[in-house]
């Protein structure tokens, strides 16, 4: 790849002066090459005085509209905010409150991001707010901003009575757009290089937190037991 | 993981010493060491240039965050014009943005004695109110010929149970037949999200036209008529939350309600409807119930500077906040008796 992006290059520098008269229909199509190349082809100075000729409009960006015309983002979590339950009777448990929320392009890896969102799972909100502040990862933050505007909308659209009675039922986080750079490799070689965001998604639910949150950690006579039921419930084909 | 084993130890010297020689050592500032250095840094800088550098857009930008400037130079080297600055504003007046003269409901409506002074007064300034609203009303007549004050409070009543019906069921295309613009959005804020059981029982008055005035907007023949009609009815009202828990109300529960309820017409138009347009309520109205819901008490700091007054500002909103469904709620039934 990096052979022809090279020849891409030879040629924009031995076509300039040719081109440059006649009209912008031949450059244009030159200049299709996105910006986030043009650094690494010609090291700027090329791509500087080419672009001084061109319109080079807003859609030859790295976010152009053209080439991401169906990048936008998660949209699905927050319509789960919007769902309205049926009227309970009297008798009934009230329902638990719940409010979804989410940032989306944070600039961290979503696999780094993972960790913070699976250690606050199933933590109540004050804990895990309490918890992030000695986590000592950059998505922290972003994880920490976002249960805390959750919160608030709980307590402010979501008729939530007390902001402290809330635990974090659901937190993961989404791959988000992931920019390819190059890194520069011996003998005129390269390496690829993902700049990635993710999307941090949490739900926070009204009540207590559950005791345990994943399965109830069992004693060894449980767990013989269930292996031994196990065994014991096996099938033997061709049996009586 | 060297970190947390530093902090492991840390945390066993503190148990090993004695708390009194502790003591100045707690106090100190928590220091971080980096852990992750190079091996070599002598050629961090050309490690550096391995990378080819790109720019990245930074997505967590907000609009209002970017200066003027910013803006401006931004788009000038994506060669974007900035917007045309749009001057001309078109807008369609259907409704008026209020009331004019608004009729003032007697104080204790239905309770005050005729014979006292106070009541007296109060007969006397309806009469010299009255002319002017026979004045409205046959200007009313003029425009449509069929409209008697009589039959018009069971119209009215039509109207009242039809844009509170579409209201409880969300109908926010069929209430505009019988909702002003004006009304609109008082009636359909903050329903979005609830659940609202309305019905009308009965009424236990016949209603009746208190009111009636007639004004002129930018022409003289661009006019609208103000109706006012006193409904005295039983209704039912429950209102849950998203989540069906109910928040406000009962559907046990009847309450007879007295309202005095504005509906317009704009009557130069062939084709205008009589609709709901606002509710009166008085002054002298006792303040409404607090809904039974834990609030967060915040005292007013007056402070003179301005981010300190943003902050409280703030805080004022966030008790108006959790008090607003309360109060959308018992919109509806004004009056209470």
Known sequence: MHKVLRQISQLRLHSKPLLEPSSGNAIQSLAVVPAVHHPMLTGGQVSVSASRDLHTAAGSGGLCAKWNKNNHGPRKWLEYNKTVHPPQQNDEEPRKAYVCHMRSNIKYSPDKMWYIAAFVRGMSVDEALKQLNFVLKKGATDVRETILEAQEMAVHNHNVEYKSNLWIAESFVGKGRVFKGMRRHARGRYGHVEYKHCHYFVRLEEGEPPVHY??????PQQQYDQWMEQMRSRKIINSL | MEKLMSVKNCLKLVQLLPAPAMAPALQLQQVRHRQTKHWKPEFKRLRKQKFVKIDLPNFREKAEDISKEEMRSRMKERGVLPPRPWMERPFHISCTGGIFEAYVPPEGDGKKSLISSSGAKQKLEFLEKKSKSLMAVRKIRSYEESFSTDEFGDHAQEIYIAAHTHMAAREKYKIREFVSERCYPEMMHNVKDKTIHWRFLQSLEPPRV???????????????????????????????????????????????????????????????????????????????????????????????????IEASKDKVEQIAATSIDSNDASTKSSLAI
């Not at chain 2, 317009?264 to 119930?289: A, T, V």
């Open chain 2, 210 to 308: 208190v009111h009636a005035r007639v004004t002129e907007v930018i022409t003289k023949e661009n006019q609208f008529a103000q109706v006012t009609v006193r409904f005295h009815t039983q209704q039912m009202l429950a209102i849950y939350d998203r989540f069906g828990r109910l928040m406000h109300g009962s559907e046990i529960l009847t309450k007879d309600v007295l309202e005095y309820v504005v509906f317009e017409k704009h009557i130069s138009n062939e084709y205008g409807k009589w609709r709901l347009h606002d509710k009166i309520i008085p002054d002298w109205l006792p303040p409404k119930q607090p809904a039974p819901i834990t609030y967060r008490l915040i005292e007013d700091v007056i402070e003179e500077t301005p981010t300190q």
């Open chain 1, 214 to 219: 994943y399965q109830e950690p069992q004693t």
